[in-house]
């Protein structure tokens, strides 16, 4: 089941949800501003580690907070500068973030489990290979963007049951940072 490890080289692509993934997750709320914004534990490294093995390493993103008018594009971009700012302080890189403003209720919205934000980052990085990529994240949407964009998906656990099956299942980052048989 989880053969595809072996294959990971620097052709590989990799796709991470945010909020809960690399940050806390405010659950019933929205990370609004940055002081709201608090790494996970060991985040940065795992991310250091990735920098090392993925050709490009993309955050996929619903934030619903803008559709809800709760924040704007503008403090968005500011926790992401900020976010990419640490992260790169730590050794490692985001590529590039795609996040999506929509309500979850608009019709044909770019929402996640919607393929939408992987085929914009296709049309950025004609190279991606879909079935080279991952995606990690701790929902169900998530898992099944991954798998509406034909990847490799991989489920953090978190607090909550999330009943959906994944490729692998992960307690954090670094976890599955160690599984790629790196120098740590």
């Given at each position: 089941?989880?053969?595809?490890?072996?294959?990971?080289d620097s052709s590989w692509c990799l796709f991470l949800d945010r909020?809960?993934?690399?940050?806390?997750?405010?659950?019933?709320?929205?990370?609004?501003?940055?002081?709201?914004?608090?790494?996970?534990?060991?985040?940065?490294?795992?991310?250091?580690?990735?920098?090392?093995?993925?050709?490009?390493?993309?955050?996929?993103?619903?934030?619903?907070?803008?559709?809800?008018?709760?924040?704007?594009?503008?403090?968005?971009?500011?926790?992401?500068?900020?976010?990419?700012?640490?992260?790169?302080?730590?050794?490692g890189r985001i590529t590039k973030i795609y996040h999506c403003p929509?309500?979850?209720?608009?019709?044909?919205?770019?929402?996640?489990?919607?393929?939408?934000?992987?085929?914009?980052?296709?049309?950025?990085?004609?190279?991606?290979?879909?079935?080279?990529?991952?995606?990690?994240?701790?929902?169900?949407?998530?898992?099944?963007?991954?798998?509406?964009?034909?990847m490799y998906t991989v489920l953090q656990k978190t607090s909550e049951?999330?009943?959906?099956?994944?490729?692998?299942?992960?307690?954090?980052?670094?976890?599955?940072?160690?599984?790629?048989?790196?120098?740590?």
């Amino acid at each position: 089941m989880n053969d595809f490890l072996k294959d990971i080289d620097s052709s590989w692509c990799l796709f991470l949800d945010r909020d809960g993934v690399i940050n806390r997750r405010i659950y019933g709320g929205y990370v609004s501003s940055w002081k709201e914004f608090e790494f996970l534990p060991e985040v940065k490294n795992a991310l250091r580690i990735f920098s090392g093995v993925f050709k490009y390493i993309f955050i996929i993103t619903n934030q619903q907070g803008i559709g809800k008018g709760l924040m704007s594009e503008t403090n968005l971009a500011q926790i992401h500068s900020n976010m990419i700012s640490e992260i790169e302080l730590a050794g490692g890189r985001i590529t590039k973030i795609y996040h999506c403003p929509d309500l979850a209720q608009k019709p044909d919205n770019c929402r996640k489990p919607s393929p939408f934000m992987a085929q914009k980052a296709k049309v950025d990085f004609p190279v991606i290979d879909f079935q080279k990529s991952i995606m990690i994240g701790d929902s169900k949407s998530d898992i099944l963007f991954g798998k509406n964009s034909n990847m490799y998906t991989v489920l953090q656990k978190t607090s909550e049951d999330v009943n959906i099956t994944a490729n692998m299942k992960i307690n954090n980052l670094l976890e599955f940072a160690k599984m790629l048989n790196v120098n740590v």
